[in-house]
Protein backbone atom coordinates (compact mmCIF):
# COMPACT_ATOMS: atom_id res chain seq x y z
CA UNK A 1 0.00 0.00 0.00
CA UNK A 2 1.49 2.96 -0.96
CA UNK A 3 1.35 6.22 1.49
CA UNK A 4 2.17 9.80 0.21
CA UNK A 5 2.99 11.83 3.50
CA UNK A 6 3.43 15.92 2.56
CA UNK A 7 4.74 17.86 5.10
CA UNK A 8 5.82 21.53 5.19
CA UNK A 9 2.93 23.57 4.89
CA UNK A 10 1.91 26.57 7.40
CA UNK A 11 1.01 30.32 8.10
CA UNK A 12 3.18 32.93 6.18
CA UNK A 13 2.69 36.49 4.78
CA UNK A 14 2.19 37.52 1.07
CA UNK A 15 5.71 37.67 -0.56
CA UNK A 16 6.90 34.71 1.39
CA UNK A 17 8.36 31.27 1.33
CA UNK A 18 7.81 27.84 1.92
CA UNK A 19 9.26 24.44 1.24
CA UNK A 20 6.95 21.27 0.80
CA UNK A 21 7.61 17.78 0.73
CA UNK A 22 6.09 14.43 -0.19
CA UNK A 23 7.75 11.40 0.76
CA UNK A 24 6.19 8.52 -0.86
CA UNK A 25 6.51 5.01 1.27
CA UNK A 26 5.35 1.47 -0.02
CA UNK A 27 6.65 1.76 -3.39
CA UNK A 28 10.14 0.65 -4.62
CA UNK A 29 13.06 3.07 -5.96
CA UNK A 30 12.83 2.01 -9.42
CA UNK A 31 8.91 2.35 -9.48
CA UNK A 32 8.99 5.96 -7.69
CA UNK A 33 11.29 7.12 -10.51
CA UNK A 34 9.24 5.90 -13.36
CA UNK A 35 6.71 7.64 -12.61
CA UNK A 36 5.76 11.65 -13.45
CA UNK A 37 4.51 13.17 -10.05
CA UNK A 38 2.37 16.34 -9.39
CA UNK A 39 1.61 18.69 -6.29
CA UNK A 40 -1.88 19.19 -6.76
CA UNK A 41 -3.35 21.83 -4.34
CA UNK A 42 -7.44 22.56 -3.28
CA UNK A 43 -8.24 25.55 -1.92
CA UNK A 44 -12.32 26.26 0.10
CA UNK A 45 -14.70 25.24 -2.34
CA UNK A 46 -12.95 24.55 -5.14
CA UNK A 47 -11.49 21.71 -6.95
CA UNK A 48 -8.15 20.06 -6.65
CA UNK A 49 -6.11 21.67 -9.16
CA UNK A 50 -2.41 20.70 -10.51
CA UNK A 51 -0.26 23.18 -10.05
CA UNK A 52 3.19 21.15 -10.93
CA UNK A 53 4.41 18.34 -12.26
CA UNK A 54 7.49 16.63 -13.05
CA UNK A 55 8.28 13.63 -15.14
CA UNK A 56 10.72 10.80 -15.00
CA UNK A 57 13.54 13.01 -16.84
CA UNK A 58 13.32 15.68 -14.38
CA UNK A 59 11.18 18.12 -16.96
CA UNK A 60 9.12 20.65 -15.07
CA UNK A 61 4.95 21.23 -16.23
CA UNK A 62 4.06 24.46 -14.04
CA UNK A 63 0.79 25.81 -14.15
CA UNK A 64 0.35 29.39 -15.35
CA UNK A 65 -0.97 30.80 -12.48
CA UNK A 66 2.27 29.74 -10.24
CA UNK A 67 4.84 29.96 -12.72
CA UNK A 68 7.89 31.80 -12.17
CA UNK A 69 7.16 31.23 -8.40
CA UNK A 70 7.05 27.93 -7.73
CA UNK A 71 9.58 25.21 -8.53
CA UNK A 72 9.03 21.39 -8.68
CA UNK A 73 12.37 18.63 -7.91
CA UNK A 74 12.72 15.63 -6.83
CA UNK A 75 14.92 13.34 -4.76
CA UNK A 76 14.67 9.15 -6.47
CA UNK A 77 16.62 8.03 -4.04
CA UNK A 78 14.34 9.47 -0.94
CA UNK A 79 11.02 8.43 -2.87
CA UNK A 80 10.63 12.24 -2.33
CA UNK A 81 9.10 15.23 -4.45
CA UNK A 82 9.59 18.62 -3.25
CA UNK A 83 7.66 21.76 -4.16
CA UNK A 84 9.76 25.41 -3.67
CA UNK A 85 7.32 28.25 -3.16
CA UNK A 86 7.99 31.94 -3.63
CA UNK A 87 6.45 35.48 -3.82
CA UNK A 88 3.62 33.87 -1.91
CA UNK A 89 -0.01 35.38 -2.86
CA UNK A 90 -3.42 34.75 -1.04
CA UNK A 91 -4.87 33.11 -3.85
CA UNK A 92 -1.96 30.46 -3.06
CA UNK A 93 -4.01 29.43 0.23
CA UNK A 94 -5.15 25.62 0.15
CA UNK A 95 -4.61 22.26 0.98
CA UNK A 96 -1.53 21.05 -0.79
CA UNK A 97 -1.21 17.41 -1.80
CA UNK A 98 0.56 15.34 -4.18
CA UNK A 99 0.14 12.38 -6.58
CA UNK A 100 0.79 10.72 -9.52
CA UNK A 101 0.38 12.16 -13.22
CA UNK A 102 -2.25 11.48 -14.72
CA UNK A 103 -5.38 11.08 -12.99
CA UNK A 104 -6.10 7.72 -13.84
CA UNK A 105 -2.73 6.21 -11.91
CA UNK A 106 -3.76 8.46 -8.51
CA UNK A 107 -2.69 6.50 -5.23
CA UNK A 108 -5.07 7.00 -2.32
CA UNK A 109 -4.78 10.64 -1.25
CA UNK A 110 -2.77 11.67 1.50
CA UNK A 111 -3.67 14.02 4.37
CA UNK A 112 -2.14 17.10 2.57
CA UNK A 113 -0.51 20.38 4.24
CA UNK A 114 -2.21 23.48 4.56
CA UNK A 115 -0.49 26.67 2.97
CA UNK A 116 -2.45 29.66 4.38
CA UNK A 117 -0.73 32.77 2.97
CA UNK A 118 -2.11 36.30 4.78
CA UNK A 119 -2.36 39.51 3.41
Known amino acids: QVQLVESGGGLVQAGGSLRLSCATSGTSVIVFRINTMGWYRQAAGKQRELVASITTGDSPNIADSVKGRFTISRDNAKNTVYLQMNSLKPEDTGVYYC??????????WGQGTQVTVSD
Open 99 to 108: NRVPSALWYA
